[in-house]
């Protein structure tokens, strides 16, 4: 019989949660607010009773959370959220209330190391073993798969915080860093340089051609690190497709003809699984804490 797993997509405004396969099926789903962490968590813990007693009993379960959190297994913080500017949440146990409730496995992984699973085993790294899957919105975060294994660590990778050179009319965000990645291009970025939501920018305004630069500046150095055969990009920023080929002839530019690369539409592309990606991604990680 196919092996049924709960997910969670733990985010700062929802949880999302849900039950399915690895066929991909997502037999039910809901989303929770995020509030306080006793109250949010208690509602995911509902869910998956109630889904138990309808579908039948789980496997095992996988959480997939906003960070940075601790995913190392030997360590007391293990299943934590770390310092978080997230009110309420910081040093939040996430694991702790499924283990009591539910006799299963637990997998706990960074939202984007799920979303790169769930691209790698359904959407657009399929078939690959060295990709980077990169979310540009509310902040900027990355998933890296090497040699068919997601990198850890010291924790999860940060890579929304690498420094970029930043020009003079550039504000960051970013409270720690007035020169990273996520602060200076994440959307709340984009929103406090040019007075107005992203989503709000028409195509051709200046905005973009200043975006499309810091991410392939971005990649640049990701590229030269960590040799990607691939690298996807996602979140509420890159639905604007038109950045696509911007990005493409802007790292062909950064190289310089330094490195040969792949056809650049197809090294450079969108998510596949859109919003689906976070909760098939926790099915995933459930399915390799068995
Ligand atoms: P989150 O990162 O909170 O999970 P998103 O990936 O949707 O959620 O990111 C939200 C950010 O992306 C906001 O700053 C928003 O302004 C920006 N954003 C959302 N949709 C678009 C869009 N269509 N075009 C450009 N920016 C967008
Ligand atoms: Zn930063």
């Not at 959480?63 to 293990?78: E, N, T």
């Not at 998933?143 to 068919?148: C, R």
């Amino acid at each position: 019989m196919t092996k049924l797993f709960g997910g969670i997509e733990a985010g700062g405004t929802k949880f999302v949660c849900g039950v399915g396969n690895l066929d991909g099926e997502i037999l039910a789903k809901t989303r929770i607010p995020t509030t306080t962490p006793a109250d949010t968590l208690s509602r995911c813990v509902d869910f998956f009773e109630e889904q138990r007693a309808i579908l039948s009993n789980f496997s095992a379960l996988g959480i997939a959370s906003f960070g940075p959190l601790d995913p190392r297994l030997d360590s007391v913080k293990y299943g934590h959220i770390l310092r978080t500017p997230k009110k309420g949440w910081s040093d939040a146990d996430l694991v702790s209330p499924f283990r009591d409730a539910f006799n299963v496995p637990i997998g706990f992984d960074t939202d984007v190391n799920g979303a790169a699973l769930g691209e790698w085993h359904w959407g657009a790294a399929k078939g690959l073993s060295n990709f980077i899957y990169l979310t540009i919105g509310t902040g900027i975060g990355g998933g890296v798969m090497v040699n068919g294994e997601l990198v850890h660590g010291l924790l999860h990778p940060e890579m929304g915080h690498i420094p970029l050179p930043k020009d003079d009319s550039a504000v960051s965000v970013c409270p720690f860093h007035d020169d990273c990645f996520e602060g200076l291009a994440s959307g709340p970025a984009i929103e406090k340089r040019w007075g107005e939501k992203a989503e709000d920018i028409p195509v051709g305004h200046p905005a973009w051609e200043v975006e499309a630069s810091y991410i392939a500046r971005a990649l640049r150095s990701f590229i030269c690190t960590l040799s990607p055969e691939r690298i996807i990009l996602g979140g509420g920023v890159m639905q604007q497709a038109h950045l696509f080929p911007l990005i493409r002839q802007k790292i062909l530019e950064e190289l310089n003809g330094y490195m040969k690369l792949p056809k650049m539409d197809e090294y450079i592309v969108p998510v596949a699984l859109e919003g689906k990606a976070g909760i098939l991604g926790a099915f995933l990680l459930a399915e390799r804490a068995l």
